[in-house]
C-alpha cells in the first residue's frame, strides 16, 4: 500500500493548491533500469606496468579533496560564501575596501537586513563590538547560520574533471545533500542542493491522522501525490509531445512507511536523513519546488526540493512515451527555467 500526503505544490512558482486526503492503494515495487552488457576488451599491444600502491588506480591529491569537501561542509552548515546572512546569524566582517572603522574581523550576530535600490547587495545591521553598525552583506562572512536553514545550492565550474564530480557525489550523499550533474562533455558540471531543514525541510503542515493505520497495513512505498490543481500547473509548464502518457501524479519518499522508512539504494543514507522522513504524516500538507528538468527518449521528469526523500534525486515523473517504462537515472537533468 503507499501512504500519500496532500500536496501544496509550487512548480516552480508557488502555486497555492490544496489537496484532499487520499488511502494508498496496493502496489508491487518494481525496478526498471538498463542493465549494461559487458563488452569484450581489445587484446594489448605490449605488456603492462606494475601497478603501484593503490594498484594504479588513480585518486585525487589529498588537498583537492579537502578543498572540495569544505565547500560541501559550508553548504551543509548554511556557511557557504554565497548565502546572504539572515536575521540571528552570527556574522564575522571582511571588509573589501577601505577600513576606516576598523570593522575587519569583528564578529556579531545580525539584527536586521534592509534591501535598498542603491545598493547590490543588501545592507546588514549587525552588533560588533565597536557597536552596531550597517554593513553590505557583500562584506560579511557568515560563521554560524541560524537553524533551521533555508533551502541553498551550490554550482562547481565546468573545470571539475569526472573523478571530482564523483567525490562530490559521495559527499553530498554522506552530508545528505542532494548532488546532480547537468551537461555533456566539456560543458558538464555539478551542483550541489541543500533542503530546507527542520519544519520547512519537510515542507509539511498537519492535517487529520491518515486512515490507513501501519501497524495493521503492510506499506510498499510513501510519497507525496500532487493535487489536481499542482498537477495540472506542472503540465502547462512542461511541454509534453503528442501522444505521450502524462503522469504528474507524485514524487516517491522512500520504500516502506513514513514512520520506518527504508533507503531505495545501495547508497549508505544518512541516519539524520531517515530520521528527517520518520517525522512525517500522512495526510499532512507539504510544499514542492522545481529545480531541474530532464528530458529522454521516453521519459520526462523534474527534479524536487521541499520534502526529505531517501530517492538520491528526488523527482516527479511527467510523462512517458507509449509502452515504455519509466527509466529515470540515466536521464542528462538541467537547471529548471521556466518559460
Known amino acids: 500500500m503507499a501512504e500519500a500526503m496532500d500536496t501544496v505544490a509550487a512548480f516552480p512558482d508557488a502555486w497555492d493548491a490544496k489537496g484532499k486526503g487520499v488511502k494508498g492503494g496496493k502496489g508491487k515495487r518494481q525496478q526498471h533500469g538498463d542493465q549494461g552488457r559487458k563488452g569484450k576488451g581489445g587484446k594489448g599491444g605490449g605488456k603492462g606496468g606494475k601497478g603501484g600502491k593503490n594498484g594504479g588506480k588513480e585518486e585525487l591529491p589529498t588537498e583537492r579533496k579537502d578543498e572540495l569537501e569544505a565547500q560541501l561542509i559550508a553548504l551543509s552548515r548554511g556557511t557557504e560564501s554565497s548565502a546572504t546572512p539572515r536575521v540571528g546569524d552570527l556574522v564575522e566582517v571582511k571588509v573589501?575596501?577601505?577600513?576606516?572603522?576598523?570593522?575587519?574581523?569583528?564578529?556579531?550576530?545580525?539584527?536586521?537586513?534592509?534591501?535598498?535600490?542603491?545598493?547590490?547587495?543588501?545592507?546588514?545591521?549587525?552588533?560588533?563590538?565597536?557597536?552596531?553598525?550597517?554593513?553590505?552583506?557583500?562584506?560579511?562572512?557568515?560563521?554560524?547560520?541560524?537553524?533551521?536553514?533555508?533551502?541553498?545550492?551550490?554550482?562547481?565550474?565546468?573545470?571539475?574533471?569526472?573523478?571530482?564530480?564523483?567525490?562530490?557525489?559521495?559527499?553530498?550523499?554522506?552530508?545528505?545533500?542532494?548532488?546532480?550533474?547537468?551537461?555533456?562533455?566539456?560543458?558538464?558540471?555539478?551542483?550541489?542542493?541543500?533542503?530546507?531543514?527542520?519544519?520547512?525541510?519537510?515542507?509539511?503542515?498537519?492535517?487529520?491522522?491518515?486512515?490507513?493505520?501501519?501497524?495493521?497495513?503492510?506499506?510498499?512505498?510513501?510519497?507525496?501525490?500532487?493535487?489536481?490543481?499542482?498537477?495540472?500547473?506542472?503540465?502547462?509548464?512542461?511541454?509534453v509531445p503528442e501522444g505521450w502518457v502524462s503522469s504528474a501524479e507524485r514524487m516517491v519518499v522512500c520504500h516502506g512507511s513514513f514512520q520506518k522508512p527504508k533507503q531505495m539504494d545501495h547508497r549508505s543514507v544518512v541516519p539524520d536523513l531517515l530520521n528527517e522522513i520518520a517525522t512525517l504524516r500522512p495526510g499532512s500538507t507539504a510544499s514542492l519546488r522545481v529545480v531541474t528538468v530532464a528530458r529522454g527518449e521516453n521519459t520526462i521528469a523534474v527534479g524536487v526540493l521541499g520534502v526529505p526523500s531517501a530517492d538520491r534525486n528526488p523527482h516527479v515523473l511527467v510523462a512517458t512515451s507509449p509502452g515504455a517504462h519509466a527509466v529515470v537515472k540515466d536521464l542528462h537533468w538541467k537547471p529548471w527555467s521556466p518559460s
Open 96 to 239: 573589501l575596501g577601505s577600513d576606516p572603522q576598523e570593522l575587519q574581523g569583528q564578529m556579531g550576530p545580525v539584527l536586521g537586513i534592509a534591501s535598498l535600490p542603491s545598493l547590490a547587495t543588501p545592507a546588514i545591521t549587525v552588533r560588533l563590538p565597536s557597536g552596531e553598525t550597517s554593513v553590505s552583506a557583500s562584506e560579511l562572512r557568515i560563521v554560524e547560520a541560524q537553524r533551521p536553514l533555508p533551502e541553498g545550492s551550490l554550482s562547481f565550474p565546468k573545470s571539475l574533471t569526472g573523478m571530482e564530480r564523483k567525490f562530490v557525489h559521495s559527499v553530498c550523499e554522506r552530508l545528505g545533500l542532494i548532488s546532480q550533474s547537468f551537461g555533456k562533455g566539456d560543458d558538464r558540471y555539478i551542483t550541489a542542493f541543500r533542503p530546507a531543514e527542520g519544519s520547512g525541510s519537510s515542507g509539511c503542515e498537519p492535517s487529520a491522522p491518515s486512515p490507513c493505520s501501519p501497524s495493521t497495513t503492510v506499506i510498499d512505498v510513501s510519497g507525496v501525490k500532487l493535487d489536481d490543481e499542482s498537477k495540472r500547473a506542472l503540465l502547462d509548464a512542461v511541454v
